[in-house]
Structure formats: structure tokens, C-alpha cells
């Protein structure tokens, strides 16, 4: 008796559980869409602010404002207090760096829309890779060039992949390029 009313319920109810399930994946995955595999994603920022005339004319160095890059999984955004550092002096009538310095005093943060961004499933890390020598470029192609930060390359899996499996033709620079891991469980713990 119990086991039929069991069964009556699950016949009717699966395939309503299945539905839902299916429909929340898919809109989950279109939804997400544009910053997983986004080649060129290029979304409009709070302020104007430009990699070609920082990182390219000013030369400042990639680190200076993502300072985990070379210690961390996240290479991080700066803050606006890195910002500060030259425009408590720089260009200060400039309306992006009015609004910057308002952010900054009160001690909020700035809102940059997140260029990339590699599902919780999967494991990305930038320690393991820019602490044994990869260039940025080699996965952001050139941001000294760009105005709008946007994204150069596709990290859907295949992609980690062909890097992983070819290093040595993908990272010709380096001296003895190991290739990076292409067990299942490297990159999904
Ligand atoms: C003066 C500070 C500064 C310097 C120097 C700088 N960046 Fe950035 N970077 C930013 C800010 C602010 C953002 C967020 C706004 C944007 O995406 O344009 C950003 C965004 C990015 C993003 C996209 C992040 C995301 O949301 O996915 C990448 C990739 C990046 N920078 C790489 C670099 C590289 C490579 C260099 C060196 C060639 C560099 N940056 C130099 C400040 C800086
Ligand atoms: C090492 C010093 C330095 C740092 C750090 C720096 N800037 Fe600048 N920035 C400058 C200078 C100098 C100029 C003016 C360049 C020119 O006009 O030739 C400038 C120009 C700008 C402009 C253009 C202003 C205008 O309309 O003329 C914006 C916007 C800007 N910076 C935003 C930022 C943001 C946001 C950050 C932090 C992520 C940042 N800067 C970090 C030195 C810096
Ligand atoms: C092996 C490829 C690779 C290299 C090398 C690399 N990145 Fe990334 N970067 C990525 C991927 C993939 C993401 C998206 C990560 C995520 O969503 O968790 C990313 C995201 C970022 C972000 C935004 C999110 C965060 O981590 O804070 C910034 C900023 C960034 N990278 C800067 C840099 C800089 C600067 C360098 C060089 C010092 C660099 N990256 C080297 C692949 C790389
Ligand atoms: C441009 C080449 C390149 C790209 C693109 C790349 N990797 Fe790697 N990765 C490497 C190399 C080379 C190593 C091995 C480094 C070593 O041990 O010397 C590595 C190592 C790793 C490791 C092992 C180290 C650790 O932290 O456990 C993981 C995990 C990893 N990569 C994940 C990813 C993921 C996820 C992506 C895509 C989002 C990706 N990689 C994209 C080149 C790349
Ligand atoms: C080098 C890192 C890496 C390795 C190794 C790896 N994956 Fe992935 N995998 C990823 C990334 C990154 C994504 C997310 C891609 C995206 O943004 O759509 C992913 C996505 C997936 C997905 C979701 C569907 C899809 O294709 O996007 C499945 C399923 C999957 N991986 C299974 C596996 C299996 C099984 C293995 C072993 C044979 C494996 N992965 C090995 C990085 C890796």
C-alpha cells in the first residue's frame, strides 16, 4: 500500500522534478553565457577607464593594480584607493575621476562589471599558472591595446585542454614548458 502511493506520487511527479531541473540548467547556462565562453564580451564600466593609456602609454605594470596575480587564484581588481594613489593629483576636474573620488570617500566600491568568469564547478587558478612563467597575454591577449577591458580568449574546457596538452607550441617563450594536467579531477575537485 505504502510502496504504490510511493509510486503513484513519483510517477507523477518526476517528470515535473526532471522539467524543472532541465529548465533552471539551461537557463542558468544561457544566462551565464555571455562571460563563460564570450570571446569579445565587453561590458560598459562605471568609469572610463583605459588599460591603452595606463598599462600601454603610462606603462604602469599589471601587477601594480592586480596584485594577487602572481600569489592567489584571483588576480583581483583594484580599489579605488589604488586609483587614488595618482589621482588625488591626476586629472582631478575629470568627471570619471569626480566620480572616483566620491567612491572613495565614501569608502564604496567602485561597481566594475566582471569581464570573465569561469563556472564554480570547474578550477581556475592564477598562481599556477603566472608563477611558472606564463604571460597574461598568453590568455588576455594584448590589454596594452585595449580601451575597454574585454575578453580575448575562450576558457570554455577544450580550450584549458589544448593548452594543457601543447604547451610547448602555445608557450613557445618558456625554457621547458611542462604540460598543465588533463585528469578530470584537476580542474573539477
Ligand atoms: C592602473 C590599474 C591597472 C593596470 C596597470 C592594469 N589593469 Fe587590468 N584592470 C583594471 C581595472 C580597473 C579593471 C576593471 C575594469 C575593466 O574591466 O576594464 C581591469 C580589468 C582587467 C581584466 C578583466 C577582468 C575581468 O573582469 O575579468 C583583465 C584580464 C586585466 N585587467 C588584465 C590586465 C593586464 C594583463 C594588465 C597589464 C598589461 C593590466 N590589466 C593592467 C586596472 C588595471
Ligand atoms: C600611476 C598613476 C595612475 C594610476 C595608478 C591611475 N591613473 Fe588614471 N591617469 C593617470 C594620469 C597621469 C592620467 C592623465 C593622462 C593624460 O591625460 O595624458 C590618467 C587618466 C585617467 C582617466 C582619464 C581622465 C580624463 O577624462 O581625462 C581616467 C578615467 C582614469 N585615469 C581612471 C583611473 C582609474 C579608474 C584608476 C584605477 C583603477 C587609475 N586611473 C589609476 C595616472 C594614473
Ligand atoms: C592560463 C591563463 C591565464 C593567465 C596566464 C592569466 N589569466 Fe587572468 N584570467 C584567466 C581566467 C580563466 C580568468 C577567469 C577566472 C574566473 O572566472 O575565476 C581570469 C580572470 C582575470 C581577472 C578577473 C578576475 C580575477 O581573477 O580577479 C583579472 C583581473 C585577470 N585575470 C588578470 C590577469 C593578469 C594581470 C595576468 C598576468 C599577471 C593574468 N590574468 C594571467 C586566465 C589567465
Ligand atoms: C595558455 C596555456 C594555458 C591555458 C589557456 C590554461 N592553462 Fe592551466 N596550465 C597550463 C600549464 C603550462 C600548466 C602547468 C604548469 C606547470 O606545472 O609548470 C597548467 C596547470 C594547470 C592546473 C594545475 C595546477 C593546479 O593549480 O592544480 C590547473 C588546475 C589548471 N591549469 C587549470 C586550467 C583551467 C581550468 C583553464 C581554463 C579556464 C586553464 N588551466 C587554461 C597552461 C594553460
Ligand atoms: C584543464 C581543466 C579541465 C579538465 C582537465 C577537465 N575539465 Fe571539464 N570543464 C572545465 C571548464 C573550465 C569547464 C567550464 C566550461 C564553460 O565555461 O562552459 C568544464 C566543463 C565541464 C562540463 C560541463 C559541460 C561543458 O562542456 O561545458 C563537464 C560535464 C565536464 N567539464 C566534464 C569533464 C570530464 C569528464 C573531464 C575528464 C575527462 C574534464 N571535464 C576535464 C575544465 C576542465
Known sequence: MVNRTIDTIMRARLPIVVFVALAAF?????????ERDGVGYQPEQPIAYSHELHAGEMQIDC???????????????PDAATC???HSMARKDAEDIKFLKAKFDKGEPIGWKRVH???????????SHVAKGLECESCHGVMEAVTVGRQAHSFAMGKCLDCHRHAEEKLPYLKNPK?????CWACHR
Request: hydrophobic content about 30%; proline content about 5%.
Open 117 to 127: 568568469r569561469v563556472p564554480d564547478y570547474a578550477y581556475f587558478s592564477h598562481v
Open 26 to 34: 539551461s537557463l542558468a547556462y544561457y544566462v551565464g553565457r555571455a
Open 179 to 183: 604540460n598543465g594536467p588533463d585528469h
Open 84 to 86: 587614488m594613489n595618482c
Open 63 to 77: 601587477e601594480y593594480c592586480h596584485t594577487e596575480a602572481r600569489t592567489s587564484r584571483r588576480a583581483t581588481v
